[in-house]
């Protein structure tokens, strides 16, 4: 658990959303995503969030890796 001096108070959208795909996929952080989808409408909107879902969902499909590591990577991404 962070304390208030160890918090990031400011973070750029990318990288939120960086970390909330990475929460997604290693479910290491599953508060974190509750409270991303609690609290983002604050500071973007639904399409922002879904276009960067599409963005990684496009990225994934295009890598030169395993069909079965592609397939499992893309379930994580869309099974939340």
Not at 6 to 20: S, T, V, Y
Not at 49 to 55: G, Y
């Amino acid at each position: 658990m962070l304390t208030y001096s160890e918090a990031i108070l400011f973070m750029p959208l990318k990288e939120i959303l960086d970390r909330l795909f990475a929460a997604i996929v290693s479910l290491e952080d599953v508060k974190f995503i509750k409270a991303f989808f609690m609290t983002y409408r604050r500071f973007c909107t639904p399409a922002d969030v879904m276009r960067e879902f599409m963005d990684r969902i496009v990225q994934v499909a295009d890598k030169g890796v395993a069909a079965d590591v592609r397939m499992w990577a893309l379930q994580k991404c869309v099974s939340r």
